[in-house]
């Protein structure tokens, strides 16, 4: 269970820019890439929503940067609301979510209710070599009209659970070092995704 029921909860203990900070950057598309789990709350997952976002597509990080016990900065999806974030997500089309996971064998689970475009991303991860699957367990599923993909102005996005072996293939490592070196699995990882939100090769 987390430690923080909402960010109102979360401000009253956490300090910006000593336990945390936001950093974000609008595009013009439409579409929002978001790591609500930045930093080393879940570490890498800032890197690729950022490597997805480009510069065409927002993107907004929530990141975890305390010097220890980063995790306790994790508020749920369903509950994420930094106004930041709030204002970012209202005003977006199309919201991917980007969030990590456990498992050594590398593997993208996919949920969200934007079953269209969750299936346009899996296809084409596939294709670009990776170990792709749509969420079973409801707690990747990502199907509650309150988690934060849901929330833009379609209703329904999409959520990613990109696993631990993964992502420690997409930086050098994933210490806050390691991060700074990113891979070509990365690259790869990223421009299918992209491939897939602007099927027309706009990405």
């Known amino acids: 269970m987390d430690r923080y029921a909402n960010f109102d909860n979360l401000m009253l203990n956490a300090r910006r820019g000593i336990d945390y900070r936001i950093r974000l950057r609008r595009g013009g598309s439409g579409v929002a890439i978001l790591s609500i789990h930045g930093g080393d709350i879940e570490p890498g997952t800032t890197g690729i929503a950022d490597a997805i976002a480009g510069p065409d597509h927002t993107f907004y990080t929530f990141e975890g940067i305390k010097p220890a016990g980063n995790f306790a900065l994790h508020i749920t999806s369903a ?82 659970e990109i696993n631990r072996g993964l992502r420690a293939r997409m930086f050098r490592d994933l210490t806050p070092a390691g991060r700074r070196f990113p891979t070509a699995v990365l690259d790869r990882f990223c421009r299918a995704v992209r491939a897939a939100i602007t099927p027309d090769g706009a990405g």
Do not use: W
Not at 93 to 103: D, K, L, P
């Open 79 to 160: 509950n994420f609301d930094e106004p930041s974030a709030m204002e970012i997500i209202c005003a977006a089309e199309t919201v991917v979510s980007i969030h990590g996971s456990a498992g050594a064998a590398p593997m993208v689970t996919l949920g969200g209710l934007d079953v269209r475009l969750r299936d346009r991303i899996l296809q084409s991860l596939r294709a670009a070599g990776f170990q792709a699957v749509i969420a079973t367990g409801r707690r990747l599923e990502g199907i509650d009209r309150e988690n934060i993909c849901n929330l833009c102005g379609r209703g329904m996005g999409v959520q990613m």
